[in-house]
Nanobody
């Protein structure tokens, strides 16, 4: 089994930056990819980005392209989400999620990921 723990959230002014971390433990050799999702108050949870564990292939939702960067450090079993030029609409609880089971297709659907962290709050003030 894989466990995920997010950290790095906080309060930041619009235009600022934050780096979120997602530390994986347990059967990390079973991880195929890690994604970041977010859920704003009163809204559905939405996909933000993913990165494959071995090849480093990435994908982003349109609203964060050019501002957010997802990366992984396999030696540290950690995935990062570097967030720049933050906007008030980026305010949400951010979750990381791992895909450890087939089918080995990736996308933006929550159901494609089977292990979830507890989330970290990001608040962007205007």
């Amino acid at each position: 089994q894989v466990q995920l723990v997010e950290s790095g959230g906080g309060l930041v002014q619009a235009g600022g930056s934050l780096r979120l971390s997602c530390a994986a433990s347990g059967r990390t050799d079973s991880i195929y990819a890690v994604g970041w999702f977010r859920q704003a108050p009163g809204k559905e949870r939405e996909f933000v980005a993913y990165v494959t564990w071995s090849g480093g292939r990435t994908a982003y939702t349109d609203s964060v392209k050019g501002r957010f960067t997802i990366s992984r450090d396999n030696a540290k079993n950690t995935v990062y989400l570097e967030m720049n030029s933050l906007k008030p609409e980026d305010t949400a609880v951010y979750y990381c999620a791992a895909k450890t089971r087939p089918p080995w297709t990736l996308g933006s659907l929550q159901g494609q990921y089977d292990i979830w962290g507890q989330g970290t709050q990001v608040t962007v003030s205007s």
